[in-house]
Structure formats: C-alpha cells, structure tokens
Nanobody
Framework: QVQPIESGGGSVQAGMSLRLSCALFGRTFNDYAMGWFRQAPGKDREFVAAITWGAGTTFYADSVKGRFTISRDNAKSTVYLQMNSLKPEDSASYHC????????????????????WGQGTQVTVSS
C-alpha cells in the first residue's frame, strides 16, 4: 500500500511563504515520480508541479512558475513544495501524488498518470 501524507499547510498573508512536505510510505520512494495538485472550492483540481524520480527534473504550471519550487529528498522519502510570494488565488487544498513509471525521465502532469494520492493540506492566503 503506497500512501502519500502531506503536511505544512496553513494560513498566511499575501506575499509570505509556506513549505509543504509529502512523505511517501509503503514502497521505494526512488521509483516514483511525485507531483502536487491543488483544488479550490468549486473548481477542478489543477496541476501545480511535478518532479521525476531519476534526475529530479521539474515542471511547473504557468501560474506558479518562478514562485514555487518542487524538490525531493530520496533519503527521507519526502517531496517538498516551497511556495513563495503567495497570492490569494493560491488558496486551495494541496494534494501530493505519486506515479510509478518505468521511464525515469518522464514528468507526469495529468491526474490519471498518478496512482496514489494524499488527503490534502489546506493553504489559505489572505490579502
């Protein structure tokens, strides 16, 4: 059983920073590409960022590029999402997801490419 567990959400003012963490339990972390998605009330879940399990290549949604950074620590089986210069429109439930892929250079970006999902952690940004 593979289970991502998120932590680090909270309430901050616009312009501030938060770091989300996601620990992957149950399997060898190195075999999984990892991603972050978010869902605001009344909206569809949207892709935020992803990182390969090989070289750690990253990809970001345009809305967060230059402000958010995804990284991973394979020794700790943990992926991070550093969020800087937060905006009210970043408010959402942030979900970590894991994708087991045979290609260690491929960056998954679609929801159906990820087989394992966390419960989410809430981020609220006030103006």
């Amino acid at each position: 059983q593979v289970q991502p567990i998120e932590s680090g959400g909270g309430s901050v003012q616009a312009g501030m920073s938060l770091r989300l963490s996601c620990a992957l339990f149950g399997r060898t972390f190195n075999d999984y590409a990892m991603g972050w998605f978010r869902q605001a009330p009344g909206k569809d879940r949207e892709f935020v960022a992803a990182i390969t399990w090989g070289a750690g290549t990253t990809f970001y949604a345009d809305s967060v590029k230059g402000r958010f950074t995804i990284s991973r620590d394979n020794a700790k089986s943990t992926v991070y999402l550093q969020m800087n210069s937060l905006k009210p429109e970043d408010s959402a439930s942030y979900h970590c997801a894991a994708a087991r892929l045979s290609n260690n250079t491929y960056i998954p970006r679609r929801e159906n490419e990820f087989g394992y999902w966390g419960q989410g952690t809430q981020v609220t940004v006030s103006s």
